[in-house]
T-cell receptor, first 111, second 113 residues
Framework: RKEVEQDPGPFNVPEGATVAFNCTYSNSASQSFFWYRQDCRKEPKLLMSVYSSGNEDGRFTAQLNRASQYISLLIRDSKLSDSATYLCVVISSGSARQLTFGSGTQLTVLP | ETGVTQTPRHLVMGMTNKKSLKCEQHLGHNAMYWYKQSAKKPLELMFVYNFKEQTENNSVPSRFSPECPNSSHLFLHLHTLQPEDSALYLC????????????FGPGTRLTVL
């Protein structure tokens, strides 16, 4: 089993749709979780951190399920500009050596 | 954006060449990283530097040699590369190495012929 696993997609959704991605992780000692966004031929940028209690930032909601070892990202009212690859990042033991990126989920929002 | 810069943006080199990638961060961070991103693969962490000291080398072949003269600059020296080393090389920095947000540079697209 991969340390961090994501459905690669692609997810093609119409504008205004709600879409959700999951990311599973294998190390139960994982401490910190993030969602990054990477546009085509650009560098990854932090979208949001994922807190144990779940957190929301506008149309984006991130949740953590420690029991099942996955994090999720929900995007409501999708915009064309949301088209990108979404990367989940898991950090274990508070050390950069255990920082692991998922391979990313590709989202295309269609007009 | 000028937070983390990388040069060159594109590089084509032969297998016998020696070249260097440069990364500079203007964010006052203490940690810097080199990543490799190949098509359809996750980002692979290569090296980590914290306060100029290398704290992680993820089994990277010796044909990749990092150098961190200070907390703001990071180099990746390349020699005798293979075609499979062709990838996007990303530099990142963060305030520390324990769960801090990483800021990425635009990357160097490397092609080894």
């Amino acid at each position: 089993r991969k340390e961090v696993e994501q459905d690669p997609g692609p997810f093609n959704v119409p504008e205004g749709a709600t879409v959700a991605f999951n990311c599973t992780y294998s190390n139960s000692a994982s401490q910190s979780f993030f969602w990054y966004r990477q546009d085509c031929r650009k560098e990854p940028k932090l979208l949001m951190s994922v807190y144990s209690s779940g957190n929301e930032d506008g149309r984006f909601t991130a949740q953590l399920n420690r029991a099942s070892q996955y994090i999720s990202l929900l995007i409501r009212d999708s915009k064309l500009s949301d088209s990108a690859t979404y990367l989940c990042v898991v950090i274990s033991s508070g050390s950069a050596r255990q920082l692991t990126f998922g391979s990313g989920t590709q989202l295309t929002v269609l007009p | 954006e000028t937070g983390v810069t990388q040069t060159p943006r594109h590089l084509v080199m032969g297998m016998t060449n020696k070249k260097s990638l440069k990364c500079e961060q203007h964010l006052g961070h203490n940690a810097m990283y080199w990543y490799k991103q190949s098509a359809k693969k996750p980002l692979e962490l290569m090296f980590v530097y914290n306060f100029k000291e290398q704290t992680e080398n993820n089994s990277v072949p010796s044909r990749f040699s990092p150098e961190c003269p200070n907390s703001s600059h990071l180099f990746l020296h390349l020699h005798t590369l293979q075609p499979e080393d062709s990838a996007l090389y990303l530099c990142a920095s963060s305030q520390g190495t324990s769960g801090f947000e990483q800021f990425f540079g635009p990357g160097t697209r490397l092609t080894v012929l």
